[in-house]
């Protein structure tokens, strides 16, 4: 059996990484070609704790983070852990579009799957597999204990009627009262257009 350990990513003076003792998704290293790009990042948004889902299912695990860029690409990594009746649920990827809704505290979030690491037969199909793109949005609340930013788990090829993470994106679906988000019950995120 491995070992796992989760680092959650924090929003303060930067993105640090604190480790807790799950799973790990470890922040993109300065090396990365990924960051390494000189163009002025217009908006980000970043997080990592714990979010309450169903009964039938273990909090959700999630850490991420996302840059859009001034020339309208964006870079990033994010991960999902969570375990149900049907086992274990645990994806990666690379971000490849963002966008936000200033006013609300929304973000979107795009990718493409870097690793399955499920057990769960539900997610084993074609459209979970390395290579496929993948979604979730995230609601930033502000501060304090009253103020409950929200997440989703990670919608896939078909979800919602979107095929790509792009229009996603563009599309930025939000459901009446945060339908099909779930509170954020430890840790943080942050969303900054």
Not at 52 to 65: D, E, K, V
Not at 88 to 100: A, L, N, Q
Request: aromatic fraction near 10%; proline fraction near 4%.
């Amino acid at each position: 059996m491995r070992t796992r350990h989760f680092c959650s990513i924090l929003f303060a003076a930067g993105i640090l990484t604190a480790c807790e003792d799950s799973t790990t998704i470890s922040e993109p290293s300065p090396a990365d070609p990924a960051l390494a790009v000189s163009r002025a990042v217009e908006g980000i948004t970043a997080g990592g704790g714990k979010a309450q889902l169903p009964p039938g299912f273990t909090l959700l695990r999630f850490a991420f983070n996302a840059k859009l860029h001034a020339d309208g690409s964006a870079t990033g990594r994010f991960q999902q852990l969570y375990e149900s009746s049907g086992g274990t649920v645990d994806f990666h990827g690379v971000v490849t579009c963002v966008s936000f809704d200033a006013v609300n505290g929304r973000a979107w979030v795009g990718g493409v799957i870097t690793q399955n690491n499920s057990t769960n037969a539900a997610v084993q199909g074609a459209i979970h597999q390395v290579g496929r793109d993948v979604w979730f949005r995230v609601v930033d609340n502000g501060e304090g204990e009253s103020a409950a930013d929200r997440t989703t788990v990670f919608g896939f090829e078909g979800a919602a009627g979107f095929i790509t993470s792009a229009a996603y994106c563009a599309g930025q679906p939000w459901a009446a009262n945060d339908a099909n988000t779930w509170a954020v019950v430890e840790g943080n995120l942050q969303v900054k257009p």
